[in-house]
């Protein structure tokens, strides 16, 4: 195998992986993450109490 496909190889790799552990970090903070109200929304009561 030529030097070129071997690198080649190991970025499609790394990517893959970089992909599952985006997913897997996301769909583990699923129900956890914060997410930004403006003061408005707040004060409107459209940002939940918890």
């Known amino acids: 195998m030529k030097a070129r ?13 970089l992909g599952l552990a985006t997913f897997l970090v996301l769909n583990a903070l699923e129900g956890n993450l914060s997410y930004f109200f403006s003061p408005t929304e707040v004060a409107d009561g459209k940002a939940p109490a918890n």
């Open 5 to 17: 496909h071997k690198r080649l190889g190991i970025v499609i790799v790394a990517l893959a992986a």
